[in-house]
């Protein structure tokens, strides 16, 4: 596994951080946000280190595909699949984005704001 | 392909609506949202007729993978793959998903608001 030394998802991938997890596999590690904004506030992220969305291409089709597919399992163990749940990814300083290992968060439980952005 | 007669963004897919397409290839065409939420505001759509997230696991993986990755290929083509941008996925009532059709905005262009939701 290509882990960063630095990186805190990382080392919560690798139970080296605290996390509450709510799945894993072979591929992709979900845990709670620590500072949720919703009642169910989780982040999905590759087991191996990927800065972001710019370098997922890189890491091949079926991280890819197993990241996206991962959000929907997840939102149907949170029992939020039938209510609704947003998917956001930031990218880059203009997006807010803050710890560089590429992090879906799966955001459900409450009506959300619209337009987005 | 599989299109749905009363879908909005499968007659986009088939040139039979109007849109400013900004890329297409075998699996995803991308257009601009008609109510820009940020300077660059782009909708990818999968070609075929796919409901939601809680769907794309149906219609398999090379799909999910080349929708994720045509982000990326997108915010680069669009100039803000530096700058940074964000990606939402809304899928039901909650998160605000009006058109039946998957789809994920790209935003970027403008500093965006955080925390998200």
Redo the contacts between chains.
Sequence with gaps: MDSHPECLFCKIVARAAPAQIVYHDEWVTAFRDI?P??PV?VLIVPNRHVAG??E??EAG??L??????A??DV??REG??????????????????IVLHLHL?L???????????
């Excluded at 890819?64 to 597919?69: E, G, I, N, Q, W």
């Excluded at 939020?80 to 984005?97: L, M």
């Design positions: 500072h904004a919703a506030h969305l710019n997922l291409a089709t079926d890819a595909a197993r990241l996206l597919l959000a929907a939102a149907h939020v699949h039938q209510s609704g749940y947003r998917v956001i990814i930031n990218t880059g300083a203009d997006s807010g984005q968060h955001i459900g439980g409450q009506h959300m704001r619209y337009p987005i952005g």
